[in-house]
């Protein structure tokens, strides 16, 4: 009895559970920039850069889960649902985990990597995450680590660069009876006999490609690899791969959903079905000047992440209407000036140094929460004003508001240094 709560008195500070303080705040954030995308139970998850939006595709209603309900509020880098566990988990650049429960009332915080200190600070990047069953492939910066859904706790980790050292795992599937890990640094593609029982030791893996490889996926009964050289590979055999298609740019999205394969770039989406044929390829969209981050597919529509226009919502059958998808919010989540009103707020998201350096400058436009109805004016609005930051408001009218440039501050700075030199 003594040994039992011994221990569980160890694992208690590993497994922090956030507060839920969502009755009484509010939070406003921008759902614009999109860094993730997974799907599952008829929703589509959308992760922010600090926070996560809920698609739910039966009833249309859009949910937020923010640092209100538990999130910390840094950086995301990856996310995963799980339908056999009603999981929604997050990951992110620290190497911190957080796993939201299907209420979205519980956060879990799962802090084993960011506490190791064998681990180099910019190595706990959180890359993909891979379910088989119970067990869930954790590919990050420094390798490869695994996490038990039953349990809510980590296993072994794969160190399986040269000698057993650190290499970053973009992605990880299995397919057959191998686990595939795609590795960047020119660390090559490399893959393990999925039922070894010494899988921590590098030197059962072998690498199959030389180069960099940043996503790994089975789709219908083949293997495929993308390159940063801007092409695709199937994997033959375990042993030699094959070109498939290249593109214009850099794929940043692999995705393999049910019967199809989605491939996403910058500028374009491509949907191939199970014969690796092309069905879909959507490129740029007038009315939507951005950059593509990732795609995925539920039911009969595609859904885009985008870097200003949240998800793009658009048919698989007709590619040409797309939907604006994401909750109302500011331009940007890095707000550097804020200014209360008797309607509601004004945001500027300029900034300095401390030694007021604006450099470089930034096109970032400003916010106005008005009766909780958010008015965004971005950049091309503001005449070409840069590095927005203070905010005075007109007390004799609430509509009137008046937001200094910096750099006109600089260039009236260098003039008057002028005159007097």
């Given at each position: 009895m003594k040994k039992g709560l011994l221990i569980i008195?160890?694992?208690?500070?590993?497994?922090?559970?956030?507060?839920d303080f969502s009755e009484s705040w509010e939070g406003h954030f921008s759902y614009n920039k999109i860094t993730a995308v997974t799907r599952g139970q008829n929703k589509i998850f959308a992760a922010s850069d600090n926070a996560v939006f809920v698609s739910d595709q039966t009833t249309g209603v859009l949910e937020e889960i923010t640092t209100v309900n538990g999130l910390s509020g840094e950086i995301i880098s990856s996310l995963y649902y799980s339908e056999d566990y009603d999981l929604l988990i997050v990951g992110y650049q620290t190497g911190l985990i957080e796993i939201v429960f299907d209420d979205g009332s519980k956060v879990l915080s799962i802090v084993d990597i960011v506490d190791k200190a064998t681990i180099p600070p910019t190595q706990k990047r959180i890359n993909h995450f891979n379910a088989i069953e119970n067990i869930l492939y954790v590919a990050t910066n420094y390798g490869i680590s695994v996490f038990d859904m039953d349990r809510l706790e980590f296993g072994?980790?794969?160190?399986?660069?040269p000698n057993g050292s650190q290499i970053p795992v973009t992605e990880t599937t299995v397919y057959g009876n191998?686990?595939?890990?795609?590795?960047?640094?020119?660390?090559?593609?490399?893959?393990?006999?999925?039922?070894?029982s010494n899988l921590i030791d590098y030197q059962n893996w072998s690498t199959i490609a030389t180069g960099s490889w940043l996503a790994t996926e089975t789709h219908a009964n083949n293997l495929y690899a993308v390159n940063t050289n801007r092409k695709l590979y199937q994997v033959n055999n375990n042993t030699s791969v094959s070109e498939v298609a290249a593109y214009n740019h850099v794929p940043v999205d692999l995705e393999s959903v049910e019967d199809h394969l989605v491939v996403t770039t910058q500028s374009q989406v491509f949907v191939y079905d199970?014969?690796?044929?092309?069905?879909?390829?959507?490129?740029?969209v007038p009315e939507f000047t951005t950059k593509y981050s990732?795609?995925?597919?539920d039911a009969d529509f595609i859904y885009?992440?985008?870097?200003?226009?949240?998800?793009l919502k658009t048919p698989i059958n007709n590619p040409t209407l797309f939907e604006e998808v994401h909750p109302d919010g500011p331009l940007l989540n890095i707000p550097f000036s804020v200014e209360a009103s008797t309607d509601g707020v004004w945001v500027s998201f300029g900034e300095y140094t401390l030694f007021y350096n604006p450099y470089p400058l930034n096109n970032r436009g400003f916010s106005h929460l008005k009766y909780d109805k958010w008015?965004?004016?971005p950049y091309s609005e503001v005449f070409e004003a840069k590095c927005l930051n203070v905010i005075t408001l007109n007390p004799s009218n609430s509509n009137q508001a008046f937001i200094s440039s910096f750099l006109v501050v600089c260039w009236l700075l260098r003039m008057t240094c002028q005159?007097?030199?």
């Open positions: 008195c160890f694992l208690l500070p590993l497994l922090q559970f956030s507060q072994d980790s794969y160190f399986i660069g191998y686990i595939y890990a795609a590795c960047l640094d020119n660390y090559g593609l490399k893959s393990a006999v999925m039922s070894s199970s014969n690796f044929n092309e069905m879909v390829q959507i490129g740029a990732a795609g995925i597919l885009i992440g985008t870097e200003n226009f949240g998800i008015i965004n004016t005159l007097f030199y």
